[in-house]
C-alpha cells in the first residue's frame, strides 16, 4: 500500500441485484426445490470451518445454504466429511497461522482417504500466499471473498455471477440474522490487509436492505445486525447510512449494526441509537490509538479529540449504552507517549470492552515496510496495560448494572449448566439460568458483574 493520506470513501460501485449480460440467480434452484434425492450433493456430507469476523461467519452461512442445496448434509467433524470448506481470515498472522495447522491435519486425512475434497474460501483464498497454500496442501478449490458464488457450480448447482444475493440468505435467519449493507472497505488504513483482500465498498440499495430484513421478520427474525466493514461509510443514491439506519429501525424489532469508522459516524446516527427503542444501545467503534501521530501514521483520517468528542455525543444520547472499540498496540514507530496517549484516552472514554491487538506485519501493507519495529516484549507489556485499563473501567462500570431490572434477549439457549447467553438493550452480554428460548425476552435482575458479563436471575 503505497498512499500516504487516508482515502476516505467516495462514490461507491454500485451493485445490481443481477449483473447485466450475464447468467445469474435466475436458474439457482429455491430451496424447497432442492437437496432433496436428486440432488448433486444426495448422500454426501461436508463441514464449514469459519476464522474471522462476523463476515466472514455470515460468508459461510451463504456457502452453508449452497451445500444445502446441493444436498450435502453438514457434518461438524472433518473425519466424517466428503467436503470440508475453511472460511479464513488474513487480518493477522497468527489467523493464517492457524488455518495452516488444520491445512496439515486435512492433508494427512485426505491421504487416509477420510476427507475427499478441501475448498479454501475468504480473505486467504483473495491473497496471494493462497497460491502457495494450493500447491502446498494439494487444496481442490480457493475462492477470494469476490467469487465465494463458485462454490455452488463446485457442488454441482447451477452457475452464478455474484456472491451477494438476497435470494440466498444466511441459514442462522431463524431468530438473529446478519445483514450485509455493504462490502469491501476505500480507507487504506496503514496495516490492513482488508482492502486487498476484500476490494473497493459496494453498497446495497436501501429498498433491497429493507426488503431482505422485512422477509426476514416475516420469517420470524427477531434480531438483525446490519454488517460491513465501514457500515457507517454506507451511501447509495444521495442516501447516508443514518437514513438506512432510521428506515430498518422501523421495520425490525431489534437492530444493531457493525463495524463503524470513527471518520463515517454522524452525530444524528449516535443520536438515533438514543432515541429508537428498536435500536441496540451499542456502539463499537474502533479507534485505533489515542496518539494523533500514530492516528496520522495509521492514515485513520481523524484525531483523537474528534473520536473524544464522538463518544461524548453518544453517551449523552444512550447514557446506559455500551461502546467498545479495536485498539492496536505496537504499530511501527510507536513510542512510549504515544502508548501513554492510549491509555489516556481508554480512561476519557471509559470502554465496556475493547478487542485490543497486537501489531501484526502484513505483507503488501505499509505498516510491514516502516521502520521502528516496537520489540515483542515491549508490545506484551503495552497489551496488558491497555487490557488492564479497559478491565477497570468495564468492571467498574458493569457493577453500576447490579440490582437492576432488564429486558433480555436470548441469543443462545442455556447450556449444561443451565445458563443462557443474552443481551440487554443496553448490549451487556448476560449469563441468566433460563430455560427460554433463543430469539425470546426474559424480565430478569442483574445479580453481579464481572468486567466482560453480566450475571442475572429471572424475575417472577
Ligand atoms: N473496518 C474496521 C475499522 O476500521 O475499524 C476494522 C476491520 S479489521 C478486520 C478489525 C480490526 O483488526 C481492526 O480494527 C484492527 O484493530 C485490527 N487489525 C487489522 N489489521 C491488523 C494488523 N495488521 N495487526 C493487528 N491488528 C490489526
Ligand atoms: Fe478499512 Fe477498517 Fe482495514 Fe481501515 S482497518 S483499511 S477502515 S477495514
Redesign the pocket.
Known sequence: MSSTTNEAPTAPIQLSRKPPGGPSVGPYPKPAESGGQGAPGAGKTACIRTF??Q?NVHDSDRMRRMIQDAGYAEVQRYEEADLVILNT?Y???NAVDRVRGHLGELSRLRREGRVKKVALTGCIGAAEEAQSLQKTFDIDLVLGTHNTYELAEFVGLPTMRETYTPELPGTEGEHSAFVTIMTG?N?Q?S????PTVRGRMICRPLESVVGEIEDLVAGGTGYVTLLG??VDAWRYEGRRFCDLLEAVSEVAPRVWFT????SNMEDRTLRAIGERDTIVKRLH??V?SGSDRMLKLMH?GYKADRYRRKISVFRDAAPEGTLST???VG?PGETEDDHEQTLRLVEDCEFDSA?I??????RG?E??ALPGIVPDAIVQRRFLEVLRAVEQNAFRRNQRKVGGVEDIFVRHGATEDGKAIGETWSGHAVHVATEAAPGTYVRATIQSAGPHVLYAQTTN
Open positions: 474471522g469476523c463476515m481470515c487480518v493477522r498472522e472497505c480507507y488504513c496495516y490492513c490487509i482488508v466493514q465501514t463495524t463503524s469508522h470513527p467503534l474502533p485505533q485513520r479495536d485498539i492496536i504499530h478487542y491487538f497486537k501489531f501484526s506485519p502484513r501493507t505498516a510491514a
